[in-house]
């Protein structure tokens, strides 16, 4: 072999074990993630979804006041009720 080609394979081994290297790096973040315990975000996803559902619910609902005839399917407590129940179980506040 010459040496343009010898080091050619040197810059190749190296690139190579770079790149076994940072493989590694990468399965080892993997599994540290998967070992990880779950955050508040992913316990309670269900109730962010509940809680993004229920803003939107009342913001329709205030939107709606200004017409003729106001809603009735919630009145003032069951809102604020919801609302209390569903910032506690996302752990915005503490329950009462």
């Known amino acids: 072999m010459s040496i343009p080609e010898l080091y050619l394979m040197r810059d190749l081994c190296m690139l190579l074990l770079r790149s076994v290297s940072e493989m590694l790096r990468l399965v080892f973040l993997l599994v540290k993630m998967l070992r990880r315990e779950p955050t508040r975000v992913d316990t309670y996803a269900d109730a962010m979804e509940e809680y993004k559902a229920y803003l939107e619910e009342k913001g329709r609902t205030n939107n709606g006041a ?23 179980r996302i752990g915005l506040i503490s329950k009462q």
């Not at 200004?66 to 506690?88: A, C, I, N």
């Open 66 to 88: 200004s017409r003729s005839q106001p809603r009735k399917d919630f009145t003032l407590t069951d809102q604020d009720r919801l609302y209390q129940e569903t910032r506690s």
